[in-house]
């Protein structure tokens, strides 16, 4: 049994402690969001907030999550008001959406480190995260819609 914080509530898994948080995430929260792209920690669509900090949910094991503040994609905005999730919407961002979770997690790390950042800055910080679909330039340009609402 181990206990966290996922989205503001206290909760325990039943897992194994070297169960990656992902699927704790997933499996045993049900909290389908944040998606499962590599498994190997290189393409990002696995990324969620540990005390702040965006991670690859699928290289963190539950037991080091232990006692941790993990935000989702569900918890980033109950109903989709965050100005990233707005942005994406206004810039047509998604094709497959698969990555999308992760990108938007990785985007408002950046935001709340720095909420103007320079287009420099933006694809610095979001190249570790991996669109198949080659969505680059319109995630460029909703992290720029969104840093003028943040």
Same mark, same amino acid.
């Given at each position: 049994?181990?206990? !966290?914080?996922?989205?503001?509530k *206290?909760v =325990?898994?039943?897992? %194994?402690?070297?169960? /990656?948080?992902?699927?704790?995430?997933?499996e045993?929260?049900?909290?389908?969001?944040?998606?499962?792209?590599?498994g190997?920690?290189?393409?990002?669509?696995?990324?969620?907030h540990?005390?702040?900090r965006?991670?690859?949910?699928?290289?963190?094991? !539950?037991?080091?999550?232990?006692? *941790?503040? =993990?935000?989702?994609? %569900?918890g980033?905005? /109950?109903?989709?008001?965050?100005?990233?999730?707005k942005?994406?919407?206004?810039?047509?961002?998604?094709?497959?959406?698969?990555?999308?979770?992760?990108?938007i997690m990785?985007?408002?790390?950046?935001l709340e480190?720095?909420?103007?950042?320079?287009?420099?800055?933006?694809?610095?910080?979001m190249?570790?995260?991996?669109?198949?679909?080659?969505?680059?330039?319109?995630?460029?340009?909703?992290?720029?819609?969104a840093?003028g609402?943040?």
């Amino acid at each position: 049994m181990i206990e !966290l914080r996922v989205n503001g509530k *206290s909760v =325990v898994v039943a897992a %194994e402690p070297d169960t /990656p948080l992902l699927w704790a995430i997933r499996e045993h929260l049900e909290l389908t969001g944040t998606k499962y792209g590599c498994g190997a920690g290189h393409c990002g669509a696995c990324i969620v907030h540990v005390d702040g900090r965006a991670v690859k949910s699928c290289q963190l094991s !539950l037991s080091r999550a232990a006692g *941790s503040n =993990v935000t989702t994609i %569900e918890g980033l905005s /109950p109903d989709a008001s965050h100005p990233l999730q707005k942005a994406w919407i206004a810039e047509q961002v998604p094709q497959c959406g698969y990555c999308q979770s992760g990108q938007i997690m990785k985007a408002a790390e950046l935001l709340e480190k720095n909420p103007h950042p320079s287009r420099d800055q933006i694809v610095r910080h979001m190249d570790s995260v991996i669109c198949r679909c080659g969505t680059y330039t319109r995630i460029v340009s909703a992290i720029q819609r969104a840093a003028g609402e943040v």
